[in-house]
């Protein structure tokens, strides 16, 4: 790295946040001042937009926001700019695979109007933060009338691993199945991700993926890791993170992003 990237890209989740879900003033003011120097701020993440609001609003420098793990692209005030989504007929095939390979599963779906249905049975591990008002039904396909953003799959006592090995080579063509971020295994539109998100974002601000820097955690900051030309892990990433990251970082406890963007400050002011 030769000069202060042009633009960061931040997951939120065991990255920005703590593990009691607390963002720190350390953490704030540092994000702050890289955009001091003129550096974009983007949120990257799993979340969707109604979960991202809140903590975009706190830092109050964030430009855009990635949520969705690539689905859906918002500005600053929350205006949407772009959206990618499964048609109603490729949601409903999706749904068929997952329920026939899937012995048990339960799915909810995150739909273009902000809204989410889950079916009666599905349990998730969302950050405890999350303040979603779901519809919940027996069965998901009754109410699928149009597109659908993403499938979150509830898979019992089928690790998600396996889950994903399973779909992989199943799902109708122009999805895929892959890590959200959480225990649930997403199904979305295939070639959507963080780093295609992040991707948009730097393209409308002519910014090239050399100059990105990313911090991450888990197996849906993968493809920012590969994306942007620095790389850097939290202390309590997944393995598969550490190994592909240019750098690691103290843990999202330790304040892991101030550290090293205080650091870069420092080097580069």
């Not at 607390?22 to 550096?39: D, F, M, N, Q």
């Not at 079916?119 to 303040?131: G, M, S, V």
């Not at 008002?133 to 149009?146: E, H, T």
């Not at 890791?225 to 892990?233: D, K, L, P, T, V």
Request: net charge negative; with cysteine; hydrophobic share 45%.
């Amino acid at each position: 790295m030769i000069s202060l990237p042009q633009i960061f890209g931040f997951d939120i989740d065991g990255t920005l946040l703590r593990s009691d879900g607390s963002l720190s003033k350390r953490v704030c003011s540092s994000i702050r001042a890289v955009t001091e120097t003129g550096s974009t701020v983007v949120l990257s993440t799993g979340r969707p937009w109604s979960q991202v609001r809140h903590l975009a609003d706190k830092l109050d420098v964030v430009e855009f926001s990635v949520c969705l793990n690539g689905a859906t692209i918002h500005a600053f005030d929350g205006s949407l700019l772009r959206q990618n989504s499964m048609n109603q007929e490729q949601a409903l095939a999706a749904l068929e695979v997952a329920r026939k390979l899937i012995p048990g599963v339960a799915l909810g779906a995150d739909m273009p109007d902000g809204s989410h249905i889950w079916e009666t049975d599905f349990t998730h591990d969302f950050p405890a933060d999350f303040d979603v008002d779901a519809l919940v039904i027996p069965d998901a396909s009754q109410f699928i009338a149009g597109p659908v953003l993403t499938w979150l799959l509830d898979c019992k006592n089928m690790k998600p691993s396996l889950a994903i090995q399973l779909l992989d080579k199943s799902l109708p063509p122009g999805l895929e199945i892959r890590p959200s971020g959480l225990e649930t295994p997403e199904i979305a539109v295939k070639g959507v991700s963080k780093a295609s998100g992040l991707a948009t974002v730097a393209e409308m601000q002519d910014i090239p993926a050399s100059a990105a820097c990313v911090f991450g955690d888990g197996l849906n900051d993968l493809a920012m890791f590969q994306w942007a030309g620095e790389s850097i892990a939290m202390g309590n990433s997944h393995p598969q993170v550490l190994s592909l990251a240019n750098r690691v970082a103290p843990t999202n406890d330790e304040d892991g992003v101030a550290i090293v963007l205080e650091s870069l400050l420092e080097r580069f002011s």
